[in-house]
């Protein structure tokens, strides 16, 4: 009888998600949620054909050199800045990540995080919860409007347009992006969304959406320059990446008044966040959680547990990002 294969789960997940790879390999999972140093994560590959990782994991040159047996790198998430896909093609290892069924949900929580950035919610929250709601006042913590005012998407891919979805029909917004590339005729009518240069994206923009996956040349697409452009009414959420937006440069921004406020799923070096950011009033702050629904937390694992299977056992894994390896050998 043939040994199964070995596969690696390096994050606690669900159990029915483990209970399925153990149907197909020998599984180490990660039961505690340690998050491990690269170092040991290349200890517990060793003798693995596959890994189940989350965004918290790197895979680069050296981890794959030090692991020659890996075959698979499968992501629960749907960015995967944090491997290295060259290298991996490059050594024969196939990548997938979820793309497609966290859409919706992240959807949802970018406009629920932007709504609650322009109506200031959390900072009213914390006055109430301090105790010093005394009195009822005309303008107690008065924010923007959500309806009517001009969404601006900065990157329009599916999230994106499933949020400019929820503007147009939703609340009546006009909307504006500004992506590498127009969207066809055909799928921009119906979100009534119009393409613009991305300078000209800032300065209209009332609400500013920021939903450009991350890579070298994004970083710091937004930062001190291009925050100076925007009115000091308009508002900044960021669901995409950190690293895409100066997180320095907007705290002495949300300082200054240079925009009226902030909402924050993502950060430069995170789980770390910026001093500035948590000093400032005028920012809400949520811990990377923009998918983090039960179902698509649950969709996004049995994804990756689609993609390993196949990746493992000869067959077509549903969303890989270098398909090219599977008809050929490693390196």
Partial sequence: MTDKPK????????????????AHFEVESNEADEVWSQDQLIERLQGMSGVYITGSEKIDARLLDACPGLRAVCTMAVGYNNI????????GVLVSNAPDVLTETTADFGFALMMATARRITESEHFLRRGEWRKWSYDMF???????????????GRIGQAIARRGH??????????????LAPEIAAPLGAQWVEKDELLRRADHLLI?????????HMVGERELALMKPSATLTNIARGGVVDD????RALAAGT???????????????????LAARNVVLTPHIASASIPT????????????????????????????VLNRSPA
């Fill in 169 to 182: 029909l939703g609340f009546g917004m006009p909307v504006i992006y500004h992506n590498r590339s127009q």
């Fill in 142 to 156: 008065a924010g923007s409007d959500v309806h009517g005012a001009t969404l601006a998407i900065l990157g329009m």
């Fill in 84 to 91: 290295d896909v060259p290298a991996c093609s490059a050594r």
């Fill in 259 to 277: 925009i009226a406020a902030a909402g924050l799923d993502v950060f430069e070096g995170e789980p770390q966040v910026h001093a500035g950011l």
């Fill in 7 to 22: 596969v690696l789960v390096a994050r606690k997940t669900f159990d029915d998600v483990v209970e399925r790879l153990r």
């Fill in 211 to 219: 939903v450009v996956p991350y890579s070298p040349a994004a970083h």
């Fill in 297 to 324: 937390r649950r969709a996004m694992s049995h994804l990756a547990v689609d993609n390993l299977i196949a990746a493992l056992s000869g067959g077509t894994p549903p969303t890989a990002l270098n398909p090219e």
């Fill in 248 to 251: 320095a440069a907007l705290a």
